[in-house]
């Protein structure tokens, strides 16, 4: 790997991390695990609920389908609501919003009931990552924030890993309706101290004009920041490469609980031991990819293309995706499926980290949301028919399919934004 030039690269010593800055990544971390503990708890007890409500897994994908619709709509609204509020506001009423639809989840005595409060839930859980990614820029010196983003964004997947065994202790010990309304009724205090905590509106290291590079052209704050950001080629490399990744990501989150349930035989007990075990690795695996893409960043090396590397290197592991269906082995299939989580959560890490080093802090919120609607929008279809492509094909051809995804949205950005940052150092 080449360096970049002294002016690119920042040769001054890096900034301490601001005290303060730490508790609000606390905060945000705190924020996502409740994120993902209660989107995961619905395909947790999806067996039970199945039961329970009268649904099968067509029926299933219709619930996918009214927490992703709005997912995406929301995803897009909520980035724009960020730049414009702020990341105070926004996260008190996203975190109230889904805990409430968590509750009401949990108090639901149908399938219309239930499908309902998922559409509240997917309304305002997509609100959280824009909000970490512009609460960091706020808060974090610039030499820190590969450490911070992969510190906070891969959070969600403690969630993740507290979900299995403190649901199936819920659902057993109480009742399966309580591992819906405790977590919620604990997100809506959790939004309380966020409320009364991010009070600051400018970051206390350095102005956000001066945390990014600037676009291709000049860009002024609102609409015209949007339009130079979606007339940048690189930026149409990252939708493209979110667009085919993203599916395999929600197809794990959602359909690996009752894969390894109804499939592998794991009772539910048996998912709450082993079922954390891929999002402990991704929370580990994230933060060590943040400290090395840094480390180079420290060393003088373009940190953009250290990250396009990560991406190659990490997508040439997705194939073995394919193999899940193909082994009789439950330890050998769960080494797969924390293999294909900690690669997803990676590429997450590594589009924040995109965003942060390519374009400016004040359109990074907007960024986020619209990559994460392409990215749904994508995953929403693919879980849509996900039911039907089960039932007449099983599972190979799923695993098949989404085993090549990264590999192809690897090549697209190391092509085009490789491509630009070569293009940069030459006329450097």
């Known amino acids: 790997m080449t360096q970049a030039p002294p002016a690119d690269t920042g040769a001054a010593p890096a900034k301490k991390m601001p005290r303060k800055a730490w508790f609000?990544?606390?905060?945000?971390?705190?924020?996502l695990v409740l994120n993902y503990f209660d989107r995961q708890t619905l395909s947790i007890l999806k067996p039970i609920m199945k039961d329970e409500l009268a649904?099968?897994?067509?029926?299933y994908s219709l619930l996918t389908f009214a927490f992703m619709l709005p997912y995406i709509v929301m995803y897009v609204v909520s980035g724009r609501l960020i730049d414009r509020f702020g990341t105070r506001i926004c996260m008190?009423?996203?975190?109230?919003?889904?805990?409430?639809a968590n509750i009401a989840s949990g108090l639901s005595h149908s399938f219309s009931h239930l499908a309902a409060s998922r559409v509240l839930m997917g309304a305002a859980e997509p609100g959280a990552f824009p909000v970490v990614q512009r609460a960091i820029l706020n808060w974090v010196p610039i030499e820190r924030r590969a450490l911070a983003i992969s510190i906070a964004t891969p959070?969600?997947?403690?969630?993740?890993?507290?979900?299995?065994?403190?649901?199936a202790v819920l659902a057993t010990a109480i009742d399966w309706r309580a591992a819906f309304v405790i977590p919620g009724a604990i997100g809506i205090v959790i939004a309380i101290l966020w409320w009364f905590t991010d009070t600051r509106h400018t970051p206390p290291a350095q102005p956000i004009a001066d945390a990014a590079p600037t676009l291709p052209e000049p860009v002024d704050e609102g609409d015209a920041s949007i339009r130079g950001l979606m007339r940048d080629k690189r930026?149409?490399?990252?939708?493209?490469?979110?667009m085919l990744s993203d599916p395999v990501w929600y197809f794990y989150l959602f359909w690996i609980p009752g894969y390894l349930q109804e499939r592998a035989g794991l009772s539910l007990s048996e998912l709450g031991v082993v079922g954390g075990l891929p999002f402990i690795a991704a929370v580990l695996a994230c933060m060590v990819l943040g400290r090395i893409v840094d480390r180079f960043t420290e060393r003088g090396h373009d940190s953009i293309r250290v990250q396009l590397w990560i991406f190659a290197l990490t997508a040439a592991l997705m194939p073995l995706g394919a193999l899940?269906?193909?082994t009789s082995s439950v330890a050998v299939a769960i080494i797969i499926i924390t293999i294909v989580v900690v690669v997803c959560q990676g590429w997450f890490?590594?589009?924040?980290?995109?965003l942060a080093g390519l374009f400016p802090a004040r359109v990074n919120a907007s960024a986020v949301g619209i990559l994460g609607a392409v990215g749904a929008s994508t995953a929403l279809v693919f879980n849509l028919f996900a039911g039907s492509i089960l039932?007449?094909?099983d599972y190979v051809a799923l695993f098949t399919g989404l085993a090549v995804l990264h590999p192809l949205s690897a090549v697209i950005l190391i092509v085009v934004i490789g491509r630009s940052r070569r293009k940069r150092s030459a006329h450097a």
Not at 55 to 59: I, M, P, R, V
Not at 92 to 100: N, Q, R
Not at 235 to 242: C, G, K
Request: net charge negative.
């Open 155 to 167: 959070a969600g997947n403690i969630g993740a890993i507290l979900a299995p065994p403190l649901i």
């Open 324 to 326: 899940i269906t193909m």
């Open 349 to 354: 890490v590594g589009y924040y980290v995109l």
């Open 391 to 393: 039932a007449h094909f």
């Open 92 to 100: 008190t009423l996203f975190a109230v919003g889904w805990s409430v």
């Open 24 to 31: 609000i990544i606390g905060l945000l971390m705190a924020l």
């Open 55 to 59: 649904f099968d897994d067509e029926a």
């Open 235 to 242: 930026f149409w490399s990252i939708i493209a490469a979110r």
